[in-house]
């Protein structure tokens, strides 16, 4: 079926760390890739996103890297900080129209000084 | 100007009681969606509608879940005969549509409405 999916629901790092984050994804047909943080008790925020002709895309300490080979994402936190600590969403959009994001389950991130 | 906002931000309600979430999408998007986040659980995609088209209704649970779109602006969920499974946070999220060609689809999301059935 098609789902997302996190290779683990906790991340525990310290601060200064790199923190990369991982999301795989079962539908082949799917172009666009967005990730999300969400702190407690908020709405998911948007990160970055990145489009299936593309395989790395960075931001501000933030890089999102797309395997389509192994339908494998990833997001990488340079200098993690404590106010990084959420829970980190992937989701991907399945190609057509007007159809809804498919989100994952989320990875708890924890960020300890 | 302003982002998603949602009212109200909690909601206590009795089972079978109704309830009306309302969702004020970004001015300029046009495509808007609900979700519904049970507690440490991924979203779940309920409703989704893009201007004057039909909505896509295929992620509402039950024929107890509603939604309407007035004016192509706010949008109201309604739920009918609450029960307790219904508990959850619910997120509208809105965005440009897909099909606009060099747009982006990226949804941005409001706080949610946390609603407890008791």
């Known amino acids: 079926g098609e789902s997302v999916g996190l290779h683990l629901p906790t991340l525990s790092v310290q601060e200064g760390d790199n923190s990369i984050i991982n999301c795989a994804y079962s539908?082949?047909?799917?172009?666009?890739f967005i990730w999300y943080k969400q702190e407690s008790g908020k709405g998911p925020q948007f990160i970055i996103d990145?489009?299936?002709?593309?395989d790395k895309r960075q931001g501000q300490r933030v890089t999102v890297l797309l395997n389509k080979t192994v339908k494998h994402l990833s997001l990488q936190i340079a200098a993690t900080q404590p106010g990084d600590s959420a829970v980190y969403f992937c989701?991907?959009?399945?190609?057509?129209?007007?159809?809804?994001?498919?989100f994952g389950k989320g990875t708890t991130l924890s960020v300890s000084s | 100007g302003a982002g998603v906002s949602q009212s109200p931000s909690n909601k206590v309600t009795e089972k079978g009681k109704d309830v009306e979430l309302r969702c004020d999408p970004i001015s300029g998007h046009t495509a808007l969606y609900w979700y519904r986040q049970s507690l440490g659980q991924g979203l779940e995609f309920l409703i989704y509608?893009?201007?004057?088209?039909?909505?896509?209704k295929s992620g509402l649970p039950s024929d107890r879940f509603s939604a309407e779109r007035t004016g192509g602006s706010v949008s109201t969920l309604t739920i009918q005969r609450t029960q307790q499974e219904d508990s959850a946070v619910y997120l509208c999220?809105?965005?440009?549509?897909?099909?606009?060609?060099?747009?982006?689809?990226?949804?941005?999301f409001g706080p949610g409405t946390r609603l407890l059935v008791l």
């Open positions: 989701a991907e959009s399945p190609g057509q129209a007007g159809t809804a994001l498919i």
């Open positions: 999220a809105s965005s440009f549509p897909r099909s606009q060609r060099g747009a982006r689809e990226t949804q941005y």
């Open positions: 990145i489009r299936s002709n593309m």
């Open positions: 539908n082949s047909a799917s172009d666009y």
């Open positions: 509608f893009q201007g004057n088209s039909a909505p896509d």
